[in-house]
């Protein structure tokens, strides 16, 4: 068990059966999030015994390091982190000047399966953890030397299918004496899970929601998610309008470009009809080819498809792939690993 899984209250429970006083509790939660320890031995206020009692209860941090890849044209980190069980996840660092984005993933695999997507390859492995989630943030500030500026739930896996344990995650690193990390900083991207987009909604949280969209009809739609976990359009539509009454959040529309599939004028006319009617703006990505044969269009065609899209009025904008030279692109790091 990692110890950021434990809750305020049960860590000071534990401590005071141990006949700690009752500023230990501050002090542990200070190393962890404050300085972002990864073992006790750092841990040099604490009485000895009490690191020896805590070691043998529960971990401090939760992943091992297997690699580290720093990517020397844009400092993109990418690491790849084994569990206690032996499964590994990523967690990408993404800096840009005056800007850290901690990229985070909430399960191991993911059960959508996209066709694209190295992420959902083999299909779901299993749910993170609370304390798994947090730690891949309390990486990227350990390697910033600083709290990381924003997080981005894009990682491996779908989270809006393992939302419990995001929701206690991203709790636990909002409050003052943890990270005090702030709602609006955070987003959190979804192939379309309505019932998970409801809850979230319910929840009225100020996170970001973005929508993976990649189409503009379900017939389209179908090329790219498979149908076990694709929802309608319509109703997706109708979930991201409910979200937005109940946050007040803005949308974004992800939307990876595929030649020859979904970058047609037609087809960009019907994007910007969409983002006009949730109010969303849209973001552009050139599809990563990976290993699946769906390629982007050139660089060149992804540019007009943003120019198109802002001459009809939509906020829109092509996302640089960072980390390309260090396969940062969800997923396929370890697929490449095994
Ligand atoms: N499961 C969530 C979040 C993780 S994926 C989701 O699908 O939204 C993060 C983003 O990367 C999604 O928009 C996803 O569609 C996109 N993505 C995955 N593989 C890609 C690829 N090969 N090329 C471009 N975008 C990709
Ligand atoms: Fe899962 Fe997102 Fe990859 Fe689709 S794109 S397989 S939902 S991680």
Redesign the pocket.
């Known amino acids: 068990m990692n110890l950021k899984d434990l809750g305020e209250s049960r860590l000071k429970e534990l401590l005071v059966s141990w006949k700690q006083p009752a500023f230990r509790a501050k002090q542990v939660k200070e190393w962890l999030y404050g300085r972002f320890a990864v073992s006790y031995d750092e841990m040099t206020n604490l009485p000895g015994a009490l690191k020896e009692q805590l070691a043998t209860e529960a971990r401090a941090f939760s992943l091992t390091t297997r690699e580290r890849l720093t990517d020397p044209d844009d400092g993109t980190v990418k690491w790849l982190s084994e569990l206690e069980d032996g499964n590994t996840i990523e967690t990408v660092l993404i800096r840009v000047p005056g800007r850290t984005t901690v990229c985070i993933s909430t399960q191991v695999g ?1 059960p ?1 399966r ?1 066709v ?2 190295a992420s959902g390859r083999n299909g779901l492995v299993r749910n993170l953890t609370k304390g798994e989630i947090i730690d891949q943030v309390i990486l990227a500030c350990r390697e910033v030397g600083d709290r990381v500026d924003n997080i981005v739930v ?2 491996m ?3 809006l299918l393992n939302l419990e344990s995001l929701r206690d995650a991203l709790d636990g690193i909002a409050g003052e004496d943890t990270l005090g990390f702030g709602a609006r900083h955070i987003t959190i ?3 379309g899970i309505v019932p998970g987009i409801r809850q979230l909604a319910e929840l009225e949280r100020s996170w970001n929601l973005a929508l ?1 969209l ?1 189409a503009v009809n379900d017939e389209m739609r179908g090329q790219i998610i498979p149908p076990a976990n694709r929802y309608p359009l319509e109703e997706i539509f109708q979930a991201c309008e409910y979200h937005r009454q109940l946050t007040g959040r803005m949308l974004t529309l ?1 939307y ?1 470009l595929i030649d020859g599939k979904n970058d047609s004028r037609e087809t960009l006319e019907e994007l910007s009809e969409i983002a006009h009617r949730l109010r969303a703006k849209v973001n552009l ?1 050139p ?2 080819p ?1 290993s699946s044969r769906l390629t982007a269009p050139t660089l060149r065609r992804c540019y007009e498809a943003v120019d198109f899209l802002v001459a009809r009025g939509v906020q829109a904008t092509l996302r640089h792939s960072h980390g390309q030279g260090i396969l940062a ?2 997923g396929q790091l370890r697929q490449a690993k095994g």
């Open positions: 993911c959508v996209c694209f997507c894009m990682g896996g779908e989270p991207s979804t192939s993976s990649h992800e990876a990505i599809c990563n990976n692109a969800c």
